[in-house]
């Protein structure tokens, strides 16, 4: 797909996760996608820092994972996009390959905690977009697997500000790193730690 088939793609999906939302009571058949301004905010971030090794906790139907992998494709670099529920993944596996970017993406099935605890790293970048409860235990696991020069980001820092407060005294307490929160969307919480090892 050109930019502009893909941005379309974007808007038709996000529309369709909308209508899901508002139809579905169950919390774990709702999309929760991204709000699209974080989606872009994140999209322009990481195609100017030229991250090339990207991690996503929480992929879903694939919606936020497509604005990481074209990206991606920008920079030449690849995602690993993590998520529990299986009919969500096959759903994202299909959205990326109407997009166009599905050989940029591995999906990884399980419990994103156990995962992350085998994954080998170094990744410049970490999106943290799922169960912000268990959070602080990926992050830490993910320490020494982060390259120098890398972006820590989580969403959801205003609408859910108790449930997210573990991740955030623990990136408090990385001292390397700066931290910053900007209320787009529903709150993205940025930091960043450019060091040499």
């Known amino acids: 797909m050109e930019d502009a088939e893909i941005r379309t793609f974007l808007n038709e999906l996000f529309k369709r996760g909308q209508q899901n939302d508002a139809r579905e009571q169950e919390r774990n058949k709702k999309m929760l996608n991204l709000e699209p301004e974080t989606a872009q905010f994140l999209n322009i971030l990481i195609r100017s820092s030229h ?4 991690l996503e906790i929480g992929t879903s139907n694939g919606y936020s994972t497509i604005w990481l992998a074209w990206a991606m494709w920008h920079t030449g670099g690849h995602v690993i996009s993590i998520d529990r529920d299986a009919d969500k993944q096959i759903q994202a596996d299909e959205n990326l390959r109407r997009a166009g970017l599905r050989e940029l993406v591995e999906l990884k099935y399980g419990d994103a905690t156990e995962i992350v605890a085998d994954l080998p790293g170094p990744f410049d970048c970490v999106f943290f977009d799922a169960d912000r409860y268990s959070a602080p235990a990926q992050l830490s696991l993910l320490v ?14 205003l609408s859910h500000p108790t449930e997210i407060a573990g991740y955030l005294s623990a990136l408090e307490a990385l001292l390397q790193f700066d931290r910053t929160i900007v209320p787009i969307g529903k709150g993205l919480s940025i930091a960043y730690r450019a060091t040499t090892i």
Do not use: I, M, S
């Open 144 to 157: 020494p697997k982060l390259a120098p020069d890398v972006f820590l980001l989580a969403d959801n820092v």
């Open 51 to 54: 991250r090339t090794r990207l």
